[in-house]
């Protein structure tokens, strides 16, 4: 228990004493400065390896570049073309405007009229170097501009290496003056149009809130800075990274007026030089090369931008952590480098970890950079790594002194084990010896002579039998002793290939075994001496005579199916999930219009938009594929390569992996535009017989008739029959001629036809002038006498539209009767659908019986439609066949003008009008 207890003492007290060791000496380097300008490249690389920062600029730099000063023709420019910019910039309408170079002495012309435009211009802000050195003395700036209080300062803070990483928000003079920088300057001027005024709090008075923002001096060893120089109020540089940086509009460009009318409103507007000439020019964090430098006016306009962003937007400030936390960063990251090299066993795995955890230090860094701490990164980094090799070494150490310890305790059972393992090498000898005889493989030895020569020594049972021959026969032979020389060639050569590689090789041969061709797979395996000669081969063969006899058919099978592949005349492909094809035959690319398969695959690399002719032809292809695991008889138009459009049809499946998985489709297309084109012409005569066949027969009918029914006739319980005939058309037809009369029929009739189609009726025929037409069949309904006393009722008023040629009106006569009928088909040529029955008869007596423009009805009819239609009885009329016949005639219906009215009026005056009037009741012309 106390040697336990005393073990993990010692243990803790040495890690204790690595941590803070290493501790000390790393916090000794950095407070020396020697880690400063690591700490500051490390920070360089988290800025270059920020994201990229989105939103609009509020800042604008107007610049002056070589080739500007080209065309101003010298430098200074002169006041007056410093005038007229300024004259344009003020018609923007900028919030602030900031003058980045020295304007000490007039440069005439144009004097008067700058000291105008400055005296105007009450958000021009102009700089004087505030700072002076012996390689850099003050200047100062206009003097109207210093009375006006519009000035700023213009110096910058450099860093060792020459880098600007800190930004003066002011700086003091040697009078005690406290004068802002342009950045500064303009950004306060920008947030007082926004109605934001900077506040000092602290008890040092020291903290700045504007807006969302809290400024905070740079301390001396804040971050990775030592003792650094934080004279006036300094901030730590938290550059923007936009891509393009600040926008920027050439002096030249605002001279000939050549930018939007509001592209400064509101904005802050800095002119400033970029010309390499002015040597106005700085490093920064994104410095990578000399050639990548910043302008002195784009690291104000950065300033200004970061203090509108912190304040307005709450963009996070970058400011360093204080100094006991930096302390104590280092001692948790010198702990965490104890306890791996501690934990850690193997000295790879050590430094794998420790640089696994030096990766997780870098990011933890990074993230903090982004969340706007600079923390340092290269003392916890190096007290990382010396904590972990010092303690792994430490335990290295102890380890040694274990080992020797044990070492000695080995010894002295060295001798035993000796003596044990010779007796476990006995059995394992025995062993091996038996899978040597019993193995199925062939095993056969062969020594390497000191000249060169190879002999052979022994072969195992398998062997033995597979060969042929056995192995006292081998021994001492070498390969031409028992191949043919051909045969023995090829075996010394592949022994000498096995000594040359010096390693185990592999290779197939033929040779000849019991008179017979046999194929063997050989591993050939060299053994070496205590002088690393090569002495002897151990070899191991399998005879695959039947696998090769089996390859051979198989390539035999594929050379076959690859010739039908490439001969067929059905294109067959492979194509992938996503619309490309794997392969393709000829003969598919002969029916796309390509010169070979070749050129199909390299221009069709998207079937599904380039092929098809309907776009979601391929999709509905797919879908069935899914649904159905393979697709028959698929009609598609695609597009050939000349742009023609043709008809195919697909057959496909899908080809899957052992898990189900799809691999591609693979199928055959045959070309079907022929055979389209011989189709659509087919079913064009085939719509054209039926149009014809249901213009002479009722559809019904006709469709039956295609069925091939050898007699078509029916029966009907109840139908009505009309019969209409022009009066007085037989005299009229031999007055005009024939072109006329059959002319002047066909507009009737049309318009007949077309009052058939309306109250769906069965036009029966036309019998010269006369028209029947019935309903209630083919098929039955239960309306069929309304429908044609209102087919009539409109027949009588269409007649009217027509003139005979001596102007008068022509009159129709029509019978109506309501009865059975048998309908059918007669004739097997120029066949008609016709009625027969009494009832059709005494329809046709009603006609003929009636008067000029009347509609005389039976009883039956009558009796149907009594409560509907009003209708007046005729006295008894004798019927052929019939005998005396009560009928009616029909006057209109219930609730419309009745005929009898027009005729009581008058309107109708015509002799067969006044033949019907006669030949009505005359008790209903009375009333």
Known sequence: MWTKLKAQFLRRQSIGTIIIGVTGVVLALQWSGTLQLLESAVLDRWFRLRPLETGESRVIIVTIDEPDISRLGHWPMSDATLATLLEKLKQQQPTAIGLDFYRNLPVEPGHQELLKVFASTPNL??????????????????????????????????????????????????????????????????????????????K????????????????????????????????????????????????????????????????????????????????????????????????????????????????????????????????????????????????????VVILAAGASLMGSAYLFFLGGWWVSAVSPFLSLVSAGLVSRGFVLWRQLQLSHQELKDYAQTLEAKVQERTQELGEKELFLRNIYDGVAESIFVVDVLEDGEFQYVGMNPAHEHLAGIQSSELQGKTPEQLF?????????????????????????????????????????????????????????????????????????????????????????FQTTPDGRYLSANPALARIYGYSDAEELIACLKNINQQLYVDKVRRAKFLALLQAQDRVSNFKSQVYRKDGSIIWVVENARIVRNAQGEPLYYE???????????????????????????????????????????????DSFDEVTVLFADLVNFTELSAQISATTLVDLLNKIFSVFDRLTQKHGLEKIKTIGDAYMVVGGLPTPRPDHAEAVVEMALDMQQEITRFKRHDGKPFHLRIGINTGSVVAGVIGTKKFAYDLWGDTVNVASRMESQGAAGGIQV??????????????????????????????????????????????????????????????????????
């Open 484 to 572: 043919p020389p051909d045969a023995a060639a090829i075996v010394r050569q592949q022994y000498q290939t096995c000594i040359e590689a010096g390693e185990t090789i592999s290779y197939e041969e033929c040779l000849p075994f019991q008179g017979q061709q046999t194929w063997w797979f050989t591993n050939l395996t060299p053994l070496r001496d205590k002088q690393e000669r090569i002495y002897r081969i151990i070899g191991s063969s399998i005879n695959i005579t039947e696998r090769k006899q089996a390859e051979a058919a198989l390539q035999q099978a594929e050379e076959k199916y690859r010739s039908i592949f490439e001969n067929a005349d059905e294109g067959l």
């Open 667 to 713: 199928g055959s297309v045959v070309d079907i535009t022929v055979r389209k084109v011989w189709e659509e012409a087919l079913l064009y005569q085939q719509q054209c017989t039926d149009d014809l066949l249901y213009n002479i027969l009722p559809v019904p009918i006709a469709q039956r008739l295609k069925l091939q029914e050898s007699i078509i006739a």
């Open 858 to 927: 039976t009883a039956a009819t009558y009796e149907l439609l009594k409560d509907k239609y009003v209708f007046e009885q005729r006295d008894a009329i004798l019927v052929k066949g019939k005998g005396e016949m009560i009928t009616y005639w029909l006057i209109g219906k219930k609730g419309a003008h009745p005929v009898s009215v027009k005729i009581r009026s008058g309107l109708w005056v015509s002799s067969e009008v006044k033949e019907f009037s006669e030949q009505r009741n005359p008790r209903s012309i009375e009333r």
């Open 125 to 202: 802000i102009g700089i004087k170097k505030a700072l002076s050195n012996a390689s850099s003395p003050a200047v100062e700036p206009p003097p109207i501009l210093q009375n006006r209080d519009q000035v700023a300062a213009s110096d910058l803070v450099q860093d060792a290496d020459g880098k600007v990483r800190r930004h003066l928000l002011s700086v003091r003079n040697r009078q005690g003056k406290t004068i802002m920088t342009l950045g500064t300057k303009l950004a306060l001027a920008y947030l007082e149009s926004k109605n934001i005024q900077p506040e000092v709090n602290g």
């Open 204 to 351: 040092d008075k020291t903290l700045i809130q504007m807006g969302k923002a809290k400024f905070r001096p740079l301390q001396e060893n804040e971050g990775g800075y030592v003792r650094a120089d934080v004279g006036g109020y300094q901030i730590l540089s938290n550059f923007h990274k936009t891509r393009g940086g600040v926008p920027k509009i050439s002096i030249t460009d605002v001279l000939e007026d050549r930018i939007p009318a509001n592209l400064m409103r509101g904005r802050i507007v800095l002119i400033g030089t970029v010309a390499a000439s002015l040597n106005d020019n700085f490093y920064t964090p994104y410095t990578t090369n000399p050639h990548t430098f910043w302008s002195g006016v784009e690291l104000h306009a950065d300033l200004a931008s970061q203090i509108l962003s912190a304040a307005l937007d709450g963009r996070q400030l970058l400011r360093g952590v204080p100094e006991p936390i930096e302390w104590f960063w280092v001692f948790l990251w010198s702990s965490v480098g104890t306890a791996l090299g501690w934990r850690v066993r193997s000295p790879c795995w050590v430094v």
